[in-house]
Structures are given as structure tokens and as C-alpha cells.
């Protein structure tokens, strides 16, 4: 039985609802950024107002002048991710976990009885699960966060991990919640990490 799950997922997708139902259905601990970050608060190093300020975000200077990062003057926001690594291997050690983004499938890529996943879905898809999450929004506005958002996550992924967000090499299943809809997901997940 696989004891911990990991979810990697393209904003609306639905990851974070299927990381929690498979963790409801698996009888599993669920952890998903906000408890990473609350986790990796306790490093003395960071600050409540650093961790909002840095949280998911590339140094600027990121493309053009990353070989000049001193290793003893990191910038904070690898601090930050560092303090998360630190926060997931502990959820991780305990096992029977179900644990959302922060690229914990590269941080636990060397842990047993592991099994990653990468939940993707239309834009079609996406943007009619975040027209129900964000009433008030346009679509217009909802696709450009959407965008922005995997933008994100890909550059943070790539700068911190050196691994390509969403690529199936660093995942032992891809799954198209567009295709096969949410319970299906959970439906598979559950069976693969039985």
C-alpha cells in the first residue's frame, strides 16, 4: 500500500479536492499549502509577513542573474522553500498522507511507498469549476489568473526543483479530471495507492 500520496495539479483542476477525498476515502492525513506554510512558519529564520510576501514566488532576478546567488545570502524566498521542504518530509515521515503542491513529489521523489500524481483538465474545465469559486469574476479575468497562476507554478518548480512542472517523467500518474471527472480520479488514485 502506498502511505503517502502526493498531488501535483494546474489551477482549477480540481487536485485539492481529489487529494481530500482521497484522503477521506484512505483514512489519510490531508495537508495542502496553507498547512505547509503554517508547518514551515516555525522556522526561526521566517516571518508571517515573509512567508505571504514570498510564498510561491521565483527572485526576480531569476533568468538573468541566478549563477550569482551566494550560497551563505540566499535569498528569502528559498529560504522559504527550504523551511516547506522541511515541513513536507516531516508530514511525510509520519506516512498515510495525502499531501497537495509545493512540489512534494520531487522533495519526496527518493521516499518509499510513494505515489505521485499530476492532475490536469481543460481550460474549458477550469474555468467553469473557477466561475463557481469566484462569482463577480469575468472570464476574462478568471482565465488570466488561471494562466498566471501555471506560470507560476511552472517557474517556481522549475527554479527550485530543476524538474519540469507537469511532465509525466517526475509523476507515476497523470490524470485528466476533464475526462474522467473528479470521483473518477479519486476512483483510480485510491486503487493505484491500494
Known sequence: MKKIIT???QFGAGGGEIGRKVADRLGYYYCDKDMIIRAAMESPALTPDDLRHYDEKVPLNFGFGQSLFDFYNRPLNEK????????IKHVAEKGNCVIVGRNANVVLKEYDNTLHVFVAATEYFRLQRLKERLPGYTEE???????AVDRQRKKYCSYYTHTEFGNAEHYDLTVKSSTLGIDNCVDIICDLAR
Open 7 to 9: 498531488i501535483s495539479r
Open 80 to 87: 522559504l522553500f527550504n523551511a516547506q521542504q522541511e515541513a
Open 141 to 147: 479575468k478568471i482565465i488570466d489568473e488561471m494562466r
